[in-house]
């Protein structure tokens, strides 16, 4: 894995935190109950806010970046506007919560000038009641036109083999957030074959990280609709025979290891796979070979 793979995936994973989040916040504005301590999930200016967050990752990605697809920067601006519109909502929120003075309560006992004055910063909090109507409808709009923007980002980065294990992890969210017609429609743009594709490619991206328990139960998956596919039933016999070496059931872990090196698959590198499976044979042997402890 390297390093701008995790942090393409990172950056889809914030940039859905931010859509979940301002829809949080937006039925807390719509039932009054919006208040600034319950937006610094969303936005803040101390780097604990997933928009904070979000707006570092696309600056240290695209901002000075000769390589940044002109989407990426696109992208880039956008949350950045985002960013600025957010940060001005939540000074407007602090005013309103912290400075309007409550005329029910002001004292008779006030001056002139001290009443004026009163009357003033109610003015003022009034125009930021105004300013965070607006400034909630343009936030709207523009994560609206974020998460679609994303979609372009997640088939700019469809070779990444970490993308397809996050897409299957978080069907449920994207599926809430598009739609099933639209993540269906995203899915089979980035593999043809839609979600049996998906899964396949889960699979692989498992079995590279070395989640091989994940892996093997996912080309199961994949075999119990495709018995026919010889590169997935190599790999999930590949996989079940390292998982049950790392849990401890050799004779299982054999069973599978014998059965994988005698496999033929039209797969990449298999030799390489073969060789894995070769010293985990021996090991196997010797590890058979000990006496049992009591």
Known sequence: MTNIEKKQIDLIKESICVYAKFTECLVLYKERCLFFSNIEGFIDDKGNSCLFRLKEMCHDLFRNSDNANYKEKLYDITVGYVFHEAMKLRENLYQIEYYQPNTDKVSDSLTVIEKKIVREIEMLTKKAEIRLK????????????????????????????????????????????YGKREFKRILNEL?????????????????????????????????????????????????????????????????????ARDMEADI??????????????????????KPKRL
Not at 153 to 164: A, F, G, S, T, V
Not at 273 to 287: F, G, M
């Open 268 to 289: 990449e590198n298999l030799n390489a796979y073969k060789d894995v499976l070769e010293k985990l044979i021996n090991d196997l042997s010797k590890e058979m070979r």
């Open 134 to 177: 607006e400034g909630v409808k343009e936030i709207r709009t523009l994560t609206i036109e974020l998460i679609g923007q994303l979609i372009s980002l997640i088939e700019l980065y469809k070779d990444n083999y970490l993308l397809p294990r996050f897409i299957l992890e978080n069907e449920k969210t994207l599926v809430s957030i």
């Open 191 to 259: 593999y043809h074959d839609g979600r049996d594709a998906l899964v396949f490619r889960a699979a692989k991206s498992y079995l590279k990280s070395e989640y091989y328990d994940y892996s093997r139960l996912l080309f199961r998956k994949v075999l119990k609709k495709d018995k026919e596919n010889k590169t997935a039933l190599f790999l999930y016999t590949y996989a079940s025979a390292i998982h049950f070496y790392f849990i401890n059931k050799f004779s299982r872990s054999l069973l599978f290891a014998e059965q």
